[in-house]
């Protein structure tokens, strides 16, 4: 098996890319920057194969993708950062045209990967309280939701294509190499922690491995496709995983971010801190995929325990 991956040197990527050749699957890494294109390492040191495309121009020949029995595609500018228009503009088109030209691309080929899966966020539900929400919850209104759901419709196009295609809203990925709870570490070890905001808001997490777990899952089973929930099933309030994570670091976590505090430091980009979704992952459950973190302190524990 042959799988090609676009933001494969990211937190998300770089974890599937170890996953999948541990298990002797080739990987095909699709990269925007020449130089890494030519001087990639993969699994262990050995050189990955990668292929250049020109997202920005809307360049891509994508002859090489007819190897290839899978397309997991990843690639996205980081959210987690204080937004303007110039911002805003570059997250939502760095989603949605590198995804058109990525399917533009696949159409051009005569032979075609099997199956497609497209990332995409929970941000499409919007700020929605408590309410639970699985696949077939609406979208919710606003930049990140919109955002997401032209993404999502980019990437179903491939359907078009005979390609069996899955749009991966993925929630907080937990892991000590990067995202939210890399950033969040310094401050809990030094005790100075807390909630933020009322602390109310839901936080739908999942740990890494388990994200990667649902992407090989998805890969695998093939009547699974549209839109599937990559969160652990027990989302939890950021009361409640402030509180977690302190107990997993032997840390009080009782200081609290104000809600004021948040918007100076990060204007617009403070909602998606302040607001949340309660998401259950009712594709992955229903299709067979089992959690091995299912519980938050668990998975807080497990990478907490690796990182020493």
Known sequence: MKVAISGATGLIGTALRESLTADGIQIVALSRKPSVAQGS??????????????????RFDASPLEQVDAVVHLAGEPIAQ?????????????????????????????????????????????DRGDEALEESSPPG???????????????????????????????IVLSTRGGALKKMLPPFRLGVGGPLGSGKQWMSWIHIDDIVGAIRHILDKDDLMAAVNG????PA????????????????AFLPAPTFGLKIAFGEMASILLEGQRVLP?????????????ELQGALSDLLARKR
Request: charged share 25%; with cysteine; glycine share 10%.
């Open 41 to 58: 390492q993969g699994h262990q040191g050995h050189p990955l194969e990668t292929l250049f495309w020109d997202v920005e121009n809307g």
């Open 82 to 126: 204080r937004w303007n228009d110039a911002r805003k503009k570059a997250i939502r088109e760095s989603r949605v045209k590198s995804t058109r030209l990525l399917v533009e691309g696949l159409k051009s080929l005569k032979r075609r990967p099997k199956v497609l899966v497209s990332g995409s966020a929970i941000g499409f539900y919007g």
């Open 141 to 171: 209104s606003g930049f990140l939701p919109e955002t997401c759901q032209a993404w999502e419709h980019a990437a179903m196009e491939a359907m078009g294509l005979g390609i069996r295609t899955a749009v991966l809203r993925t929630g």
């Open 231 to 234: 969160v652990a099933p027990a």
């Open 237 to 252: 309030t950021n009361a409640e995983f402030t509180r977690a994570l302190g107990r997993a670091l032997s840390r009080p």
């Open 282 to 294: 009712k594709k992955l459950l229903d299709t067979g995929y089992r959690f091995r973190f299912p």
